[in-house]
């Protein structure tokens, strides 16, 4: 075996490939070849560290530094710098680099330790590589599940970790699980929800780049838990890469044994296969998406019944969101208490964040649940951009609310937000500074959800199209004084008359707009 | 511009993608619950979808063609008219739409002649609007086919064109 004396590792994901990752990859097995270091060097591939506006972004071990903005111009220069001679590039090395789980990582980092649960091995590890993924203690908990442990043992387990819904709804996972396993059924079924479609969000679509062996773990230990023996992911069709990678890892999988029939010899028998969106914000809405899954029109079905009990084909079905699903793994191998050791007492464990707008570094981060509005913002985030005033944050996605100066030092879980009627949402974290019209943001925020009402429903239907009618009328300065409150009524119409929470969520955006901004609003007219 | 409006050479090539239709469709028969799936591949073969593939897919599944255009027009992704050789699509998701998302769309309008949900009269180019992709980070992000732009400027969306045929 070779002895390699430093590993790069070049973040292959959307935004990097855009700005010419796989150029420098070449370029740097080109240069190593001509030097003759191709034994003593590696170059590797890895998910996203999580750094999204910085071009092509590598990390070389075993110093552990960070280059960003990386051009195939500068790597001969990081070879004779950094490999030969043992400097770093400094113009390139990333300062503001929050620490994270890797012992190495640290020295960059200047702010704040990330707990990475979810994001564990994103940006490590090559995510194309089930190896690499069984290496850092991958498939370990299925395969001790499944070998060792009652179903019934496994949902106590996800109970006893506090585990809830990432989605949005912040359900309970072992709840869920417990109730589909109960339900009658010869038949069930495990859906991810990877239609990741909320303005803002893109955390799922990250976690299934940089590493989708994690979730085919999840779905597997949850499959089996409920005693499912399909596994769905219900994908977007526009995440190319997501959709390549997840292909290759279910045939991995299926050809170790992970996945397909009597897997570990245990008998149980569990077929994980990938379905494409078509691009309809409602199919977040679990039984929308199971009417798309059905192949019609992703309309919401009436609850009760719930998907637990007649979901998919009228059969159990259990529903979760990739980022819950990612937790299963990490849970089931270290434990219900470890879990618990994240987080607040209500709500344990951490949130994958995407943090964008006005803010000097916009990402992906991990932070543990609880922590503020004012750390992800500035601490994580690197505050707000060329030194302008925070003006207000939409949170939660453009079904969530605004969310002013008042509101940055409330921690940010499922329960503390729903005391000040705000939600986490999907976890986007969309920031503006003093410089943003709000009336412009609500204007996009609305128009959006006019074009994404599934029309099943006259409240929503209806009401979109009003609501976009008057704050057309405000933005072109034409508006009139009850059009503000008009907007207000209407919405909570919709909020307390709708058929899914497409409609009902409306009211949050513009409510939090009135609250902070009625001024700004009426200077308009 | 209408389907009526190709040049034949179009047509014959269209022609023999029905064929690859009918194979497609083999494994599909019967198969209500395959739809949106075959939408997909039938999209992926002909670039939209032609009334006459809705007609053979209506047929070959056993669902009435009321329910296929019903699913068809329900979702972004599929199309019924006929599209560019490249698809240009301008994100106006929440982060785009702040940092100049609008202005992008307006530019590439003019600069091709042609409004949003339009294509060019030699079928170049087919310019639409999507929402939220997560290159949030990126914003304002265009799309060409499968390549995606971020920090686009107004002034450089042609030079960015000039590369697809």
């Not at chain 1, 704040?112 to 203690?137: C, F, H, M, W």
Request: net charge negative; hydrophobic share 40%; aromatic share 8%.
């Amino acid at each position: 075996m070779n002895l390699v004396r430093n590993h790069i590792l070049i973040s292959i994901d959307s935004s990097t490939i855009m700005a010419g990752a796989r150029a420098v990859e070449r370029a740097f097995v080109d240069e190593l070849l001509n030097r003759g270091l191709q034994d003593e060097v590696s170059v590797l591939e890895t998910g996203s560290l999580g750094l999204i506006n910085r071009g092509v972004v590598l990390v070389v071990y075993p110093e552990g530094v960070i280059y960003a903005d990386v051009t195939t111009k500068d790597v001969p220069e990081i070879v004779e710098e950094h490999i030969l001679k043992g400097r770093f590039v400094e113009r390139l090395v990333v300062k503001e680099m929050p620490k994270q789980h890797v012992i190495k990582r640290e020295k960059t980092g200047l702010l704040k330790e990330q707990p990475r649960i979810v994001l564990r091995n994103s940006g490590i590890i090559n995510p194309e590589s089930i190896d690499e993924y069984i290496a850092t203690g991958g498939y370990e908990a299925a395969s001790k599940i499944i070998n060792e442990m009652k179903p019934e043992e496994v949902i106590e387990e996800v109970k006893r970790s506090g585990l809830t819904g990432r989605g949005g709804a912040a359900f309970s996972t072992g709840m869920k699980w417990d109730f589909a396993r109960r339900a009658k059924g010869d038949v069930k079924y495990i859906i991810c929800n990877a239609d990741e479609g909320e303005p803002g969000t893109f955390k799922d679509r990250l976690i299934l780049e940089g590493d989708p062996h994690k979730l085919l773990e999840g779905m597997l230990i949850a499959g089996y838990a409920v005693g499912a023996q399909y596994g769905y992911i219900y994908i977007r069709g526009e995440y190319v890469l997501s959709i390549e990678r997840l292909e290759k890892a279910i045939k991995d999988a299926e050809a170790l044994g992970l996945l397909g029939e009597n897997i570990f010899g245990s008998g149980f028998s569990y077929h994980v296969s990938i379905k494409k969106g078509a691009g309809a914000y409602v199919c977040g809405e679990e039984t929308a998406l199971i009417e798309s899954l059905e192949g019609k029109r992703g309309h919401p079905r009436s609850k009760p019944p719930y998907p637990v009990t007649e979901g998919l084909w009228g059969k159990p079905t259990v529903i979760n969101n990739v980022e819950t699903l990612a937790n299963i793994p990490e849970i089931m191998r270290n434990g219900a208490s470890w879990f618990r050791g994240y987080g607040t007492e209500k709500c344990p464990g951490t949130k994958v964040y995407t943090i964008i707008g006005h803010v000097a570094t916009p990402g992906l981060i991990e932070a543990e649940m609880g922590t503020t509005l004012r750390d992800i913002i500035f601490e994580y985030g690197g505050g707000i951009k060329n030194g302008k005033k925070f003006k207000c944050a939409l949170v939660g996605g453009a079904a969530g609310a605004f969310l002013g100066p008042d509101m940055l030092d409330v921690n940010m879980d499922f329960v503390s937000l729903r005391e000040y009627s705000a939600v986490l949402g999907s976890g986007a974290i969309l920031v503006m500074d003093e410089d943003t019209n709000i009336v412009e943001m609500l204007k996009n925020v609305l128009h959006f959800f006019r074009h994404e009402s599934c029309g099943h429903c006259v409240p929503c239907r209806l009401g979109t199209a009003q609501l976009v009618k008057i704050i057309d009328r405000v933005a072109d300065s034409k508006g009139k004084r009850e059009d503000i409150d008009k907007l207000l009524r209407i919405s909570e119409v919709m909020r307390d008359t709708s058929f899914c929470p497409l409609g009902q969520s409306l009211y949050l955006p513009i409510s939090s707009t009135l609250k902070y901004f009625r001024d700004e609003m009426l200077s308009m007219i | 511009m209408s389907s009526e409006g190709h040049c034949r050479c179009t047509q014959i090539e269209e022609e023999s993608l029905y064929t690859e239709l009918e194979k497609i469709l083999e494994g599909h028969k019967g198969r209500g619950k395959d739809l949106i799936i075959v939408l997909h591949k039938a999209q992926g073969l002909f670039g939209y979808l032609p009334r006459k593939a809705l007609e053979m897919i209506a047929l070959e599944l056993d669902v009435s063609i009321n329910e296929v255009l019903g699913v068809v027009t329900f979702y972004n992704f599929f199309s019924t008219q006929p599209t560019g050789r490249n698809s240009i699509k301008v994100c106006l998701g929440t982060a785009c739409y702040v940092r100049g998302g609008p202005g992008v769309l307006k530019q590439a309008e003019k600069d091709l002649g042609i409004k949003d949900g339009e294509t060019t009269g030699d079928r170049r180019f087919s310019l639409g609007v999507v929402r939220c992709i997560g290159a949030c980070g990126l914003a304002p992000a265009m799309i060409v086919n499968n390549d995606v732009y971020g920090r686009v400027k107004t002034t450089k969306i042609m030079e960015i064109l000039e590369k697809y045929e």
